[in-house]
């Protein structure tokens, strides 16, 4: 028999198919969980995420899975090392990449390039996506429009439903416009949460050109199952400024000219695929699961090895050795892990509770999620909440919409938890956490230790006998407004977002605040633009030292500009610094004379500030930057006069703005002023002539 | 049986239970014949010294493969069956070589005393047989495995051959079944020698596209083929002659489990007085009782019945997609099988006849 097998094996291998998994979201959403376990092995409905991701491609028929994991990379190649898909019988090959050092999804594929795993075209998940899709009909398809479409390289698995749709995420909702005969993709825009001010998209027209018809779409669940051709990743490789696989990537190839690639959805209307990305997503799943949206992924398919699931009337699944007292009800769509008892008079709807846990008497569990492990002692109120593992809620307590007890927390009796507190056991620095590998938390986490000799625990919240603290949302930083939060939340509140067309944002607030991912220290500091000039000038030194290409250096002060999220002023000002640091130094060392050391730099350099500056406000500022500048580094009154001679030269700086700066501003330049005088009569000779 | 051989019958028992999970390994048909191949090769691979040990080790990969899809019944029949087979076999070997000691159990007395003697004998007659016998047994289960597949395979024929015999000419039949292969062919056989109407009925949601298959079949053969909604059924009954129904799954006591609409189906041919034929192979005769008629019906997806980018519906309502349903022994009147037709009251005595009591319960 061995030999039969194997030869099949090497027929398959010649069009193996491989598919790679990002594990880590690069997000903070389920924080605080996330600081102590990985998103992708957070249970759902009691089964570790990343096990209906991993189903999913099992079905599909994958023949090589690779992982990519960054934070947490421990605790997922510990899982899958002893999970089934180890074995030697599991459908696939797995492995798990670590690539630490990645900090967003960019990195990884970047990462991915270098290590030269793709050998054709691949499948790209997350490893928080839950789908029963037909694969082989989307790769039938994928392998048509490559056939007809040389430019082909990705195809996108999209969902049809609704634009306010439960399982939608509201968090990161996006419009597609599509060639509604061929379904390419023509334009993608990430449009901000739904939150009562829905926004336009714009789009520019040259898109639309060579276009029979569009259709604009904002009902699609983007569950992030792409079919990628191997430029993908080296497209990313080239990009070295793309993070995200849809706002920089799918953007990024459809508006660019010079790369002439298309990409097309595939939208499915019969199956089911959503991607676990918020809270409020987290919950919507759970539901589509209990309720059997996603069959055959549902818990009395028993995926795991030891779980006994079986289903009853009104979508009630129970594992064996459950205790229900006489006089509990359970209402639909609940699932019960085993080993778990139930006291008298509770009643518990739409919920899932993991194995191993105590629930009391006359509790009432609506719309929550509780994790293995856990205790909730008698007469407490829960809605709309998640428990995670080994907690303990006291007597008589009540935890309201949107709370999310962290691992191993106790609440003490009759406390009243608000809307939306997420609480955790150990204190989590408001940080990016997600972004650390996991040695750089043990390290923050032993800061934290420190400090928490005199800083108790939150006990107002928690109750004088319990354990936990309060964890800030980062989601403000993240999401431009702190509005967010609910939609986040594990609430599903509908009659809360209230559209209206007259409440259309102006453009600029559509603008994402990019992460300050690129700080090269783990520590972030608060102090972004400080952090930003001290980069910039490294860069630019570094830039002016080895006499680097001026685009190289350009792109690489951008990348850091949309990193860091400055202004072009700070950009302006960092340029002018660098570039008259390095006139000083000529200065210091006698090598160049005043004069001679401006002409050398700023001829090569000035052009710099070209790309700089888009308007007359941006060249007044540079003007007055430069001054500023100038005076900060202590050098000659003339050093402004050579400058400008030059900036004026290659044509950066207009005539009238020079002379209306001047005009403004009362400078205290003789130098300067011969300049201008010279500039006003050419002008006024100009004017004569004609 | 090397432990190469083990291991690689270990990985083939393992990728079988999880495409069973995964639902890659669909219909009683393929489950049964798949199951059939793989209990051939656990046989021609396992050690044992004792039958018993075989039994057992069968009885647990049937536990197993019948939680991996506990509601497709064939594969535990299947592995009933086998069982069965092996039994009958060592029972006859066994009443061959152990005729010594059979005066001697026979007896009262021996039965208390004679333990030590016999376990003296045993030895004697084991060491000089085991091995022919061994290889004896194992080749002769193996072959009767092999000839359960054939059976299985060929089972449509059986159950053809009689489709003349039932259906006369210019009658109307009616089908809620059109997911059946085995219905299709007995009709299609029927059609050489009789001519016919058959009703189809829609089977909406799960069965829609099936349906439409299954009618283009038979207008290609030139059967006359009516497609009506499932609420029709009882506005056409009085019309029909006889009703045919596929089966997943006949019990012991002579009810079944069939596709999802069938039990209201023969609810109104037993208003109309309508004979209702219920066609099933063999292997799905199953030696169990349907005591938890709830939990014998597979609920599917729900996505069927409303379209999941219905936002305010799925949000709103609940609701369930039963796959089957259960219909009780008064409701049908024949069965037909490939050993000849049947009362529903008679099953039990098949299943005596194919499967032995001691392995009902499995566990």
Same mark, same amino acid.
């Given at each position: 028999m061995a030999p039969k097998v194997k030869k099949q094996k090497e027929i398959v291998k010649d069009e193996r198919l491989q598919a790679i998994v990002? *594990?880590?979201?690069?997000? *903070?959403?389920?924080m605080p969980l996330t600081s102590v376990k990985p998103r992708c092995l957070l249970p759902l409905a009691n089964v570790p995420l990343i096990e209906y991701t991993l189903e999913f491609l099992a079905k599909a028929g994958v023949d090589e899975v690779y992982l990519m994991c960054c934070s947490h990379a421990d605790q997922i190649s510990e899982y899958i090392e002893n999970s089934k898909w180890n074995k030697p019988w599991s459908p696939f090959k797995i492995q798990t990449i670590m690539t630490l050092e990645s900090r967003s999804v960019g990195d990884a594929m970047r990462d991915l390039d270098n290590r030269g795993l793709i050998t054709g075209d691949f499948l790209l998940v997350s490893g928080d996506v839950v789908t029963n899709i037909q694969f082989d009909k989307v790769l039938e398809q994928h392998k048509l429009l490559k056939s007809q479409d040389r430019d082909h390289i990705a195809t996108m698995v999209l969902t049809k439903a609704s634009a306010l749709h439960r399982t939608r995420s509201h968090s990161e909702p996006a419009t597609f416009i599509l060639d509604s005969k061929t379904n390419k993709c023509l334009y993608y825009q990430d449009i901000p949460p739904v939150n009562g001010k829905k926004s336009s998209i714009s789009i520019d027209p040259e898109f639309l050109e060579n276009v029979d018809e569009f259709i604009v779409r904002n009902d699609l669940i983007d569950c992030h199952v792409d079919i990628c051709s191997p430029h993908v990743p080296a497209i990313f490789q080239e990009n070295f400024d793309y993070q995200y696989l849809r706002r920089d990537f799918v953007k990024g190839i459809l508006s660019s000219d010079i790369l002439k690639k298309s990409i097309y959805a595939y939208i499915t209307d019969e199956y089911y695929a959503a991607r676990v990305e918020s809270w409020q997503t987290y919950d919507a799943i759970s539901q589509d699961i209990l309720a059997r949206w996603c069959y055959p992924i549902v818990p009395d398919s028993n995926f795991l090895e030891n779980h006994t699931y079986s289903y009853e009337n009104e979508h009630i699944y129970k594992e064996d050795n459950v205790v229900l007292a006489q006089s509990c009800k359970i209402g639909s769509c609940v699932a019960i892990g085993s080993n778990t008892s139930i006291g008298d008079g509770t009643i518990i709807e739409n919920s899932v509770i993991g194995r191993n846990c105590k629930i009391g008497k006359n509790i009432y569990i609506k719309n929550s999620y509780i994790w293995e492990n856990s205790t909730i002692e008698d007469s407490c109120n829960i809605e709309y909440s998640i428990i995670a593992s080994n907690s303990n809620i006291g007597e008589n307590s009540k935890l309201n919409k949107g709370s999310v007890i962290g691992f191993n927390v106790k609440i003490d009796h009759d406390q009243k938890i608000d809307e939306n507190i997420r609480i955790s056991s150990s204190k989590v620095q408001n940080l990016d956490k997600s972004f650390i590998t996991s040695e750089d938390e043990e390290e923050v986490d032993d800061d934290d230790d420190d400090d928490e000799d005199e800083n108790s625990f939150d006990y107002e919240i928690v109750g004088e006998n319990g354990t936990g603290y309060i964890y800030e949302s980062e989601d403000s930083d993240y999401d431009d407004d702190a509005s967010t939060k609910p939609v986040n939340s594990l609430m599903y509140q509908m009659f809360e977002l209230t559209l209206s067309d007259d409440s259309i944002v102006s453009q600029s607030q559509i603008k994402h605040k990019k992460k300050r991912s690129y700080s090269t220290t783990s520590i972030a500091t608060d102090y972004g633009e400080e952090n930003f000039e001290k980069e910039a000038l490294e860069t630019l030194a570094r830039a002016l030292e080895n006499n680097h290409d001026l685009d190289t250096a350009l792109l690489e002060l951008n990348t850091l500009r949309m990193s860091m999220n400055v202004t072009y002023h700070e950009v302006r000002y960092a340029t002018s610094t660098a570039l008259l640091t390095r006139v000083k130094e000529f200065i210091g060392t006698d090598t160049l004379n005043n004069k001679e050391a401006v002409e050398k730099i700023f001829r090569q350099w000035g052009s710099l500030f070209k790309r700089q500056i888009f308007d007359e406000e941006d060249q007044i500022d540079l003007l007055q930057t430069l001054n500023q500048v100038i005076n900060d580094l202590g050098l000659e009154k003339q050093t402004l006069l050579y400058i400008l001679t030059i900036l004026y030269d290659v044509e950066t700086l207009e005539e009238e703005l020079i002379l209306k700066w001047w005009k403004d501003n009362e400078i205290d330049n003789e130098y300067v002023a011969k300049f201008i005088e010279w500039l006003e009569e050419a002008e006024e000779d100009d004017s004569d002539d004609e | 049986m090397s432990s190469s051989q083990t291991k690689d019958i270990n990985f083939q028992i393992d990728s079988f239970v999880e495409k069973l999970k995964r639902r890659q390994i669909n219909g009683s048909y393929h489950v049964a014949l798949e199951t059939c191949q793989l209990l051939m090769k656990v046989v021609s691979v396992a050690k044992w010294n004792h039958i018993d040990q075989l039994i057992q080790h069968i009885r647990q990969l049937g536990l197993r493969l019948e939680k991996a899809q506990?509601? #497709?019944?064939s594969c535990g029949n299947v592995i009933r069956r086998v069982l069965a087979i092996i039994r009958d076999e060592a029972f006859e070997n066994e009443g061959n070589n152990n005729e010594l000691n059979a005066p001697m159990i026979s007896s009262m007395f021996s039965l208390l005393s004679t333990n030590d003697k016999k376990s003296n004998i045993q030895p004697l007659i084991n060491s000089n047989t085991k091995s022919n016998k061994y290889h004896d047994l194992k080749s002769i289960i193996i072959q009767s495995i092999r000839d359960l597949i054939d059976e299985i395979s060929s089972i449509d024929e059986g159950i053809e051959g009689m489709s003349a015999d039932l259906i006369h000419d210019n009658e109307i039949l009616l089908t809620p079944t059109p997911d059946s292969q085995t219905v299709l062919k007995f009709l299609l056989k029927a059609r050489q020698k009789r001519k016919f109407t058959v009703l189809v009925t829609e089977n909406y949601p799960n069965g829609v596209e099936k349906a439409h298959e299954f009618i283009k079949e038979l207008s290609k053969a030139k059967i006359d083929t009516v497609l009506i909604p499932d609420s029709h059924v009882f506005a056409v009954m009085s019309r029909v002659g006889k009703v045919i129904v596929g089966a997943r799954s006949v019990f012991a006591n002579g009810g079944t489990v069939s596709t999802a609409g069938v039990a209201s189906v023969c609810e109104c041919a037993k208003e109309y007085k309508t004979p209702v034929f219920s066609v099933a192979g063999l292997y799905k005769l199953s030696p169990t009782y349907p005591f938890d008629i709830e939990n014998l019906v597979e609920i599917g997806n729900s996505g069927k019945v409303i379209k999941f980018s219905e936002s305010q519906l799925v949000h709103n309502t609940g609701l369930t997609n039963p796959l089957f349903d259960y219909i009780s022994p #008064?409701?049908?009147?024949i069965y037909i099988t490939n050993i000849g037709g049947f009362a529903p009251s008679f099953i039990y005595r098949i299943v005596l006849d194919n499967y032995k009591t001691e392995d009902v319960d499995l566990s």
């Open positions: 990002l *594990t880590d979201s690069f997000e *903070t959403r389920f | 506990p509601r #497709e019944f #008064e409701n049908i009147d």
